[in-house]
């Protein structure tokens, strides 16, 4: 999916640590089907609220990030595929 961005979403590797957001799309075609299937595996899909956890020690990967009341580590090129609109605080 390759919808325009609305105002104030990015994609999910740039989102900041400890920021609750909302997932917006996901560009399931850029993804390998073994790949998309995990994370549909793990609940990601547009609308589900997502948190920014940690960040890995080297070049920032994985990421860990809450998916409901589960932490999922996903790779930097995975979430970028991830459009999110952050929670406004």
Partial sequence: MNAPFAMHE???DQIKLGTS???V???WDSLDAPDASRL???GFDEGVAIEALHL???GRDPMAVRVGRMT????????????????RK
């Fill in 21 to 23: 957001a909302r997932i």
């Fill in 72 to 87: 999922v580590a996903i790779r930097r090129k995975h979430a970028a595929a991830i459009r999110v609109l952050p929670d």
């Fill in 25 to 27: 799309a996901i560009d």
């Fill in 56 to 58: 890995g020690p080297f």
């Fill in 40 to 42: 549909r595996d793990f």
């Fill in 10 to 12: 990015i994609h999910l």
